[in-house]
Nanobody, 127 residues
C-alpha cells in the first residue's frame, strides 16, 4: 500500500526557513514523480515544486522560484522541500503527491494526475 507522510511544518517568522519531508513507502521510488502542493487559507490548492521521475530537472511555481528547493534521498525514499526566505503568503497546508511516471513542465501542477496524496503539514509564517 502506498503511503506518503509529510513532516517538518511549523511556525516561523518572515524571512525564516523550514524543511519539509515527504517519506514514501509502498512503491518503487524512482518510478514516481513527487510534487509538493499547498493550500493557502481561502485559496485553491496549487503546485509548488516538482521532482519528475528519472529526470534531473525540477519544476517550481513562479512564486517560490529561487526561495524553495526540492530534493530527494533515494536511500530513504524521501523527498524534501527546503523553504528559505519564507513570507506570510507561504502560509498554508503543504501536501506531497505521487504520480506514476514522468511529467513535463506543462503538466506537473495538474492535481488530477496524481494518484496518491499525503495528509499534509501546516506551515505558518508570521509577518
Amino acid at each position: 500500500e502506498v503511503h506518503l507522510v509529510e513532516s517538518g511544518g511549523g511556525f516561523v517568522q518572515a524571512g525564516g526557513s523550514l524543511r519539509l519531508s515527504c517519506a514514501t513507502s509502498g512503491f518503487t521510488f524512482d518510478d514516481y514523480t513527487i510534487t509538493w502542493f499547498r493550500r493557502a487559507p481561502g485559496k485553491e490548492r496549487e503546485g509548488v515544486a516538482c521532482l519528475p521521475s528519472r529526470d534531473h530537472r525540477t519544476y517550481y511555481a513562479d512564486s517560490v522560484n529561487d526561495r524553495f528547493a526540492i530534493s530527494s534521498d533515494t536511500a530513504k525514499n524521501t523527498v524534501y522541500l527546503q523553504m528559505d526566505r519564507l513570507q506570510p503568503e507561504d502560509t498554508g497546508v503543504y501536501y506531497c503527491a505521487a504520480y506514476l511516471g514522468g511529467l513535463y513542465y506543462s503538466s506537473w501542477s495538474k492535481q488530477y494526475l496524481y494518484d496518491h496524496w499525503g495528509q499534509g503539514t501546516q506551515v505558518s509564517v508570521s509577518s
